[in-house]
C-alpha cells in the first residue's frame, strides 16, 4: 500500500469536492431555465486524465456513475486541445437520457492533458415529439436532437455553427443557449480552480492524492462489503408498465457478496420494451453505485475506485442495459428508481435492521409547454415531484421529499407562476399515504396545476399500481394517482400519459408515499412485504 499523510488526503478529498461545489454554484446561478436555477437539476465533477472520477458534489445521484463513461467517450470521439469543450447527450456514448446536455472540458498541464472538468444538466426542451422532451416515445429518434460529442467550444471560442444546429431544434432557444453557456462558465471555474490548486501544490502531488482519494474510497467500500455476510440475495420488483401496453416490466437482482467484493446480476430482468422505459448501462451503474455508497457511514468523495469492488452484470438487450435504438427518456427517471428498490430489497435480507423500506419509487415527471400569447413566446416545462421515504429500522421516513436517484429541489409555486402560463391551486403533503409500521413511511405530496393556455401534458410516473414495499412486516405506501380535472369531471389518468390540455383544466398529482417499517409494537424480524422470488443463502463471515 502506497504510503501518504492522512492529513493531506484529506485536504486534497475537500479541495476536489469544493471545486465541484463550486462549479456547481457558478451553473445553478448563471442559468436561465427553472429546471437548473430552482431544481439544481445538475451534477458537477472533476475526472483523472483517463476519464476516471476523482470527485463529484452532493448532486444527482442518477449521475454519478454516467458522467465517467461520456468523459470517455469525448476522449474516444475527438483530439483535446487547450481551451476546448465537448458537448454530448447520447444515452449510447455515455448520457442517461436525451434532456442531460454534458460538457466535458480538459485541463492541460505544461502542454499534456492532466485532468477533465464536466457537468451535466438537464434541459427542459431538447426537441422531440412534445415539449419538455419525456414523450412516450418507441425509439430514440423521437425523443429529442442526439449530440454525438462534437466540440462546443474550440480553443477558446465558441463553435457559433454547432450552437446554431443545437438551438434550431428546440423549443425554447432563448433558455437553452443560456443553460449551455451556463455549463461552459462551471467548467471554466473549475479549470481554474484546478490550475491554481497545481500551481500551489504541484501537479504531481494533486495527481497522486487524486490516486489516493480513489484509493481511499474503494477501501472504505471492501471494508463495508466485508461487513455484509457471504451470501447470495435475490430480489425482484416490477415497473407498472412501459407506457405503450398494460404489462408489468420486471427488474430482478442477485447480489453475490464474497469476502470484501459483490457481483451485482440482472440477468433475471424483462427485455428491453418498446416503451420510454429502457435504461442504458450507464443509468443501472449509476444505482448499483448509489445504493452501495449508501451503506458506507464515512463520509466519502463519490469517485471511480467505487466500482472496483463490485462487478455488474447486465446483458445487452434486458430493460437495464437496452440497445438502440431504444427509447431511454423514462429509463434514467423511473427504472432507475426501481433497480434502487430491487437492490435495497436483496441487501435488506443480508443486513436486517439497516436497510430501510421503499421510499415512493418514482419521479413522478410532468412536461409541458406551448405558447404563452402574453408573453409571445413558446414555453417548455420539466419538473419532478417527490414522494414519502421509507421508514427505516430507527425512525419514521421523511415527507414529501425527492429520494434516492433523484437529488434535487423543488420549483417554487412563485417562481413557477412568474415563469410560466400555469397556477398552482394546490401544493402539500397528501395526508394517511405513508405505510403503517413499527416506523411509518413518509407522506406523499399533492399537487394541481391549472392551465392558463392549451397545452401538451406528459406524465411519466410509476408506482400508480404497484405500491412501494414495506419491510419487517411494515404496510405497503399508498400508490399514487394522476387525475385530469375538466369542468367539474374528474378523469383518472395512467401512470404515464401525453394528452392536450385546455384553458381551465386542473392535473392533480398524488405521489405515493414511502413503505413503513415492522409490526406496530412489535420488535422487527426480516420480512419484506411484497412477493420476491429466489432462495437467500447466508453464510457466517469468518474475521
Known sequence: MERYDPIELELFKNIFISISEEMAAVLGRTALSPNIKERKDFSCALFNDRGETLAQGSHIPVHLGAMPLSVRAAMESVRF???DLVILNDPYRGGTHLPDI??????????????????????????GMTPGSMPLAQEIFQEGLIIPPLKLVRKGKIDNDILALILSNVRTPDERRGDILAQVAANGIGR????????????????????????????????????????????????????????????GVEIEVRGDSAVVDFSSSAPQVSGSVNANFAVTCSAVLYVFRSLVSEDIPFNTGLLRPLKIVAPKGLIVNAEF?????????????RIVDVLLGALAKALPGRVPAASSGT??????????????????????????????????????????????????????ENYLPVRIRRYGLRPDSGGRGRFKGGEGIVREYEFLVASQLTIISERRKFPPYGLEGGRAGAVGKNTLIRKGREMVLGSKINLRVEPGDVLRVETPGGGGYGRAGSRASLRVGIK???RTEKKRVTK
Open 102 to 127: 454534458t460538457c466535458v472540458s480538459p485541463v492541460f498541464v505544461r502542454g499534456k492533458l492532466g485532468f477533465f472538468a464536466a457537468n451535466r444538466a438537464h434541459h427542459s426542451d431538447v426537441g
Open 81 to 83: 486541445e487547450e481551451g
Open 325 to 337: 435504438p431504444a427509447a431511454t427518456v423514462g429509463g434514467n427517471v423511473e427504472t432507475s428508481q
Open 532 to 534: 420476491d422470488e429466489g
Open 363 to 416: 419521479m413522478n415527471n410532468v412536461a409541458f409547454g406551448g405558447r404563452d400569447p402574453v408573453r409571445e413566446r413558446s414555453f417548455a416545462y420539466y419538473e419532478t415531484i417527490g414522494g414519502g421515504m421509507g421508514a427505516s429500522p430507527a425512525r419514521d421516513g421523511l415527507s414529501g421529499v425527492h429520494t434516492h436517484m433523484t437529488n434535487s429541489l423543488n420549483t417554487p409555486v412563485e417562481a413557477l
Open 192 to 251: 481554474r480552480r484546478l490550475l491554481e490548486t497545481i500551481e500551489r501544490y504541484g501537479s504531481a502531488k494533486v495527481a497522486r492524492y487524486g490516486r489516493l482519494v480513489q484509493d481511499y474510497a474503494e477501501r472504505v467500500l471492501r471494508e463495508t462489503i466485508r461487513s455484509i455476510p457471504d451470501g447470495t440475495y435475490v430480489f425482484s420488483d416490477v415497473l407498472d408498465d412501459d407506457g405503450i401496453s398494460d404489462r408489468p416490466v420486471r427488474i
